[in-house]
């Protein structure tokens, strides 16, 4: 029996506490948060304030209650302000303490700061908590116009739900088009698709910086660096989070070089008894073996999860490890999907002379069904390959098609180092409602054979 | 150059006269075919029966214009009636002949036949090519029921065309269940919920066999080995086929246990210059290294490719070979799929004192999307593995959500070798609106995991 305590109710720390309760019920769980909730589905915000979750408690999963009820001790409203690792104990903002036998930081991340005049201004928001979520909704049922800064998956997404709100938006990148973490040509793609098809007026700032927020008590624009006002009735932040290690780092706990907390394929950070998962941790990037910072659910849940079996149980019996991440997402438009694995084009020509590959790639463009069925959709599929091993390193496929199944196939050859020759004869399902005969997937690997064979 | 004669025109022959042709402009290709046109879509006949696809014109593929323009010799209404290997020489039923220096079986499969009283009467049919597929529409315009023997994915299929089409139905099965490839409580799952959703009466007789065609010149109706009178307006029979492979035997050619031609990872057959592909062929089964005799579309446009790689090119050039089979499969009754890959439970209990495995398998029952978004899904996902070795081996997914990409990435780890540990944190893409946090697919290999462990 152990006493384990977890820092953070969002994603990683909630599935962690059940999962210890789970391995061993006598274990005594102690669950804190700083929110007033805990165990909720930030990623469902979006569709929270497009209008498609009509309820805001459908977002939350598991209850303080219900937590309780299988014997795990929720606090609420409990900020960590200090771990000793020494005293093995934890301090809160209220003045409580607890002592632990192994702890579990799942602290989350934080939207990073823009720090420029009237920052401060009201109806300037993220999007990170369910009171965001709430806020920003608000907002939309009582405005017309909206500039969103950052061009993302979260601003895509926020695109939609304003759209569906007939706001009149206005996207600020600072880089040359959305999506930056994709390769340009396919960004490109999904934000001509977003222009074509919207019947509101979005209009898209590259390149670009705020450079102040303008108003006097409330939000009612911004200037730019290259000098555009651009007014609006209220503003979402999607700059991306940083990871939330503070307390941490006070603590003496090891974080990398991109702020992350540095965590072994235990979730182990660098004090003994500390486990660390979630937001709050750096993670390797499996096809370069690099640290890299990604804040994704699903990595969340599967650390949690890691870090509760390795923490629960005795030393000898641990057969789980967190061996690392390819990147996958998906996001979406309407009905025109966005999804991606492992190393994009762009990434690969940075690495390549640090990381010993030769990059390739193909693009196709295929219906995404027999070309006779209706309701057909057209993806486009660019697969990224080391010339030098064969070994596929990333995909990127958008379009109006089943994009990201496709890519959790990918996924798979990833993580299993299956080259281009080993993939081209994959044995995929194929009906006519479902997918051509030869599968947009093994199409564009064979174009990459063909390209490895030259 | 090289003259390039290739017989079979529905799926491999012309994947491979066009891919030969490519390969080599020079190389001189014919293309022979006993039907009338060529280059079709088998399997989007049922959706021609139901409806959905409102004109047969729409399953032809390429035209033998289209591949008249292409340099393609096309002949049709050539049977092949004799092959000699010795003097390199085609013959065909119209007294025509003529040589070749590689010649590419692609004869198919011919439906099995069911040799029983009144088997020749008017209204039964197979559905197997483009002229079944229009027989069998113009009789379900003017019926109002029918039989179908066999409760296979062409039986499924078809009822759903028969349902869309208000017939009443009568499906005989010879074993417990529809679909009796998968495990049978999965099959019993689909059979309930058809029975459950069909606005039209579907009435299942399993463990029964035609015993006799009833009617004088037309079909009315079957007498089944346990006594049952079926009276119906046309009978369709969909028990599967038989490689198609006389003239392939006749010749001198090497036929395996299941009747298909074997060929090497070349497509190579056991006389040289003579290559096979397609239906008319047996394969490796992947998870097993046993000889079996599947016939799908998928395989047999793969296997046209490489026959035509390996056919066109010069010996040392060759860089692709075909490796085997998983069995992967899909299909659908209205918005319900069905999709697997690999091993059966069931297969994998018969094998496993032949091959040395130790099936687990872990089943489970999940939301395809997050549990809060609209038009959500639910999917029975099956995982089989080797207790062993850690193997996945097979997965059956059935459901009103995305089942047959989900197959797919299953084809990926088990293509490559990947045990249950290192499928566990597979970093699948997540949103909302296309899965859960933990994907099904991980829930059950959890469980299988949590079996592994005990």
């Given at each position: 029996?152990?006493?384990?305590?977890?820092?953070?109710?969002?994603?990683?720390?909630?599935?962690?506490?059940?999962?210890?309760?789970?391995?061993?019920?006598?274990?005594?769980?102690?669950?804190?948060?700083?929110?007033?909730?805990?165990?909720?589905?930030?990623?469902?915000?979006?569709?929270?304030?497009?209008?498609?979750?009509?309820?805001?408690?459908?977002?939350?999963?598991?209850?303080?209650?219900?937590?309780?009820?299988?014997?795990?001790?929720?606090?609420?409203?409990?900020?960590?302000?200090?771990?000793?690792?020494?005293?093995?104990?934890?301090?809160?903002?209220?003045?409580?303490?607890?002592?632990?036998?192994?702890?579990?930081?799942?602290?989350?991340?934080?939207?990073?700061?823009?720090?420029?005049?009237?920052?401060?201004?009201?109806?300037?928001?993220?999007?990170?908590?369910?009171?965001?979520?709430?806020?920003?909704?608000?907002?939309?049922?009582?405005?017309?116009?909206?500039?969103?800064?950052?061009?993302?998956?979260?601003?895509?997404?926020?695109?939609?739900?304003?759209?569906?709100?007939?706001?009149?938006?206005?996207?600020?990148?600072?880089?040359?088009?959305?999506?930056?973490?994709?390769?340009?040509?396919?960004?490109?793609?999904?934000?001509?698709?977003?222009?074509?098809?919207?019947?509101?007026?979005?209009?898209?700032?590259?390149?670009?910086?705020?450079?102040?927020?303008?108003?006097?008590?409330?939000?009612?624009?911004?200037?730019?660096?290259?000098?555009?006002?651009?007014?609006?009735?209220?503003?979402?932040?999607?700059?991306?989070?940083v990871p939330n290690t503070d307390i941490a780092k006070e603590a003496g706990i090891e974080t990398g070089t991109t702020g992350g907390i540095i965590v072994d394929n235990k979730m182990r950070t660098s004090i003994q008894n500390i486990y660390a998962a979630g937001d709050c941790t750096e993670n390797i990037f499996i096809p370069t073996k690099q640290s890299v910072y990604l804040s994704l659910g699903t990595i969340a849940n599967k650390q949690g999860r890691i870090a509760a079996i390795n923490s629960s149980g005795e030393e000898n019996d641990i057969k789980e490890y967190f061996d690392g991440i390819l990147g996958s997402m998906v996001t979406k438009y309407f009905d025109y999907t966005v999804a991606a694995t492992g190393l994009s084009e762009k990434r690969a020509y940075e690495l390549k002379n640090y990381i010993n590959i030769t990059p390739i790639t193909s693009t196709i463009e295929e219906y995404d069904k027999a070309g006779y069925m209706p309701q057909i959709g057209i993806l486009t599929v660019k697969l990224i390959a080391d010339k030098r091993t064969g070994e596929i390193l990333g995909a990127q496929i958008v379009g109006t098609g089943d994009a990201d199944k496709r890519i959790g196939t990918i996924a798979a050859a990833i993580r299993a180092n299956l080259t281009v020759s080993e993939f081209l004869n994959l044995d995929l399902p194929y009906a006519p409602p479902f997918s051509s005969t030869i599968d947009p997937l093994l199409t564009a690997t064979y174009k990459l054979k063909e390209m490895m064979d030259k």
């Open positions: 029996m152990k006493k384990i305590v977890i820092i953070g109710g969002c994603a990683a720390g909630p599935k962690a506490a059940a999962k210890c309760k789970r391995i061993n019920p006598d274990n005594e769980i102690e669950l804190y948060t700083k929110e007033n909730l805990i165990s909720y589905s930030a990623c469902g915000l979006p569709y929270f304030i497009s209008g498609i979750v009509p309820n805001i408690n459908k977002l939350i999963i598991r209850t303080k209650e219900d937590f309780e009820k299988n014997g795990i001790n929720v606090f609420l409203n409990h900020e960590c302000i200090k771990i000793d690792p020494k005293a093995k104990k934890v301090f809160f903002q209220n003045e409580k303490e607890t002592s632990y036998d192994e702890l579990i930081l799942c602290t989350g991340s934080i939207p990073k700061k823009i720090n420029v005049k009237n920052s401060h201004l009201k109806n300037i928001f993220n999007l990170k908590v369910i009171q965001d979520g709430i806020d920003i909704k608000k907002m939309t049922e009582i405005s017309k116009s909206v500039v969103i800064i950052g061009g993302g998956y979260i601003a895509l997404e926020l695109t939609e739900a304003f759209v569906r709100n007939n706001l009149k938006i206005t996207v600020l990148e600072k880089n040359s088009t959305i999506m930056p973490l994709l390769d340009t040509e396919i960004s490109e793609k999904i934000k001509n698709y977003i222009v074509e098809k919207s019947h509101v007026e979005i209009n898209y700032i590259f390149n670009d910086e705020v450079e102040e927020f303008i108003g006097e008590e409330n939000f009612e624009g911004i200037k730019t660096k290259n000098g555009k006002i651009i007014n609006a009735d209220f503003c979402v932040i999607a700059t991306g989070v």
